[in-house]
């Protein structure tokens, strides 16, 4: 039996790799998700024990003058997969976002709350929660999450270290708030719906809050301890309004996780701090066997 993982380059495909033999990895060029029946037909070679769709439209400026990409990826392909779970009678599981919420509520975020996006992105993965609802709501489990990084891909840490060994000082928002999510983290919770078949709305981040600017800074720390920088540079708290984009980003995200207790059998995410130490130690692994090759 098969798990299948639609994406194959993105941080939480490879870590969901790295976790599960059973896994296989479908990117662009195995399976076009946008078209049911190349999908259909390419599912259809496995012994399918289930999908997990951790494929995303995730340029959240792009997405404002993209919005007919956006919807496609994020909401028609996601009915599409929906619709596929459903006809082979195997359990969904989707990825979603902090950003179908609008970010003005203050508090924290609970899975049943109605969706309030604020830019194109979010409203495209808030039709997508639509749509599975709508199909498949008997076999799927929608996962929201907020920041995610790890070793793999483009994220928030890895370009904090990059700028921080090129530039003499930093600036970084410090009005967003949210909680960060390791990659690994997250594919445990989406290997674990997998297997126990669990349904409904969830959310699923490390724990703790902080602002880009608190990440920054934790980044920036462990970063020097580990060895994979070697002084440390003037980092600063600026505001949302002094680094104008695009899309809006919601101020504050933060996702209720009280749910995790019952539907994923008492799972508690660790901190972020914790998380983010194993995530700067293997940064500094990968690093060090690099600098051994080249000498």
Sequence with gaps: MTIIVIGKTGQLAQELKLLDDNVVCLGRSEVNITDPENLNSTLNKYDVAG?????????????????????????SAVENLAKVAKQKAVPFVHVSTDYVFSGDKGSPYQVDEVHAPI????????????????????VSCIIRTSWVYSQFGNNFVKTMLRLMA????????????????????????????VN??????????????????DFALAIQELA?????LEKPIPVKPI??????????????????????????????PKHWRNELEIVIQQLATQKQLKDMKND
């Design 224 to 228: 020097i301890k580990h060895g994979l």
């Design 51 to 75: 999908i997990i769709n951790a494929s995303a439209y995730t340029a959240v400026d792009k997405a404002e003058s993209e919005q007919q990409q956006a919807f496609e990826i994020n909401a």
């Design 239 to 268: 505001p949302t309004s002094a680094y104008p984009t695009p899309a809006k980003r919601p101020s504050y995200s933060v996702l209720d996780k009280s749910t995790l207790k019952d539907a994923f059998n008492g799972l508690q």
């Design 119 to 138: 830019g194109a992105y979010g409203a495209s993965k808030a039709a997508g929660e639509k749509a599975i609802q709508q199909y498949a709501a008997e």
């Design 196 to 213: 126990h078949k669990v349904t409904g709305v969830h959310h699923f981040t490390d724990s703790g809050v902080c602002s880009w600017y």
């Design 166 to 193: 090129e530039k003499p000082e930093l600036g970084v928002i410090d009005d967003q708030i949210g909680s960060p999510t390791f990659a690994k983290a997250l594919a445990h919770a989406c290997l674990y719906a």
